[in-house]
């Protein structure tokens, strides 16, 4: 069956240091892919979603590239900031059985630190 | 676009009493679905309408969980005879209900069994 696997539950880092928070998925098909970023006490909103021309996602300096090779669609970030502290989840979304689907890891826990 | 609300925002309610929980999604989103989430489970699926009707419901836990959607405007969540492991965030998602289409996301309904 389809699923999503975050190896970190919890990150910490530095302020000013690379992020990159993993996602590998299995699908019998070719899904989507998104990541979803939720701040304490607000809703999960979406961070970034998967193109299906191989483009690039891009947003506030997050980006995700989608290995189909390797089942992959990781968060990356150049310089982590205090703000980006927040529970990530990578999600899987395709149709099944003619209704769309969506699932979801277990979400990484990012601490960015002064 | 007033985004998914759901009300309450928060509940407190004692051991073994019921507990209704509402969403109301985006208008015109065909796909309604409806999450736990825990610090220890992260999100786990409940169930899922599609234009009304329950397509999915494996997540519920059959003996005191329903969830209905009696039109296109509003869900419940109803929990019967409430336990303390029910402590939860309950968020209800929409989405116009395509391959690829984004889930978003209500701000949740913290629900607190003592």
């Known amino acids: 069956g389809d699923s999503v696997t975050q190896t970190e539950g919890l990150v910490t880092l530095t302020e000013g240091l690379p992020v990159m928070l993993n996602c590998t998925y299995q699908?019998?098909?070719?899904?989507?892919l998104f990541w979803y970023v939720q701040h304490l006490n607000e809703a999960p909103k979406l961070l970034l979603k998967s193109f299906t021309d191989n483009k690039r996602p891009e947003h506030q300096g997050f980006h995700a590239t989608l290995h189909k090779s390797s089942s992959s669609f990781h968060l990356q970030k150049s310089s982590a900031q205090l703000s980006d502290s927040a529970l990530y989840y990578c999600?899987?979304?395709?149709?099944?059985?003619?209704?769309?689907?969506?699932?979801f890891g277990k979400g990484t826990s990012l601490t960015v630190i002064p | 676009n007033a985004g998914v609300i759901q009300t309450p925002r928060h509940k407190v309610t004692g051991k073994g009493q019921e507990a209704t929980l509402w969403c109301e999604p985006i208008s015109g989103h065909s796909a309604v679905f409806w999450y736990r989430q825990t610090i220890v489970q992260g999100l786990e699926f409940l169930t899922y309408?599609?234009?009304?009707?329950?397509?999915?419901d494996s997540g519920m836990p059959k003996e005191r969980f329903s969830a209905q959607m009696p039109n296109q405007s509003h869900s419940t969540l109803k929990i019967q005879s409430t336990q303390p492991q029910d402590s939860a965030v309950y968020l209800c998602?929409?989405?116009?209900?395509?391959?690829?289409?984004?889930?978003?996301f209500g701000e949740g309904s913290r629900l607190i069994v003592v």
């Open positions: 699908s019998t098909y070719s899904p989507f």
């Open positions: 309408f599609r234009n009304q009707a329950p397509i999915d």
């Open positions: 999600a899987l979304s395709r149709l099944t059985t003619g209704y769309q689907n969506f699932y």
């Open positions: 998602a929409s989405s116009p209900g395509n391959s690829g289409n984004t889930l978003y």
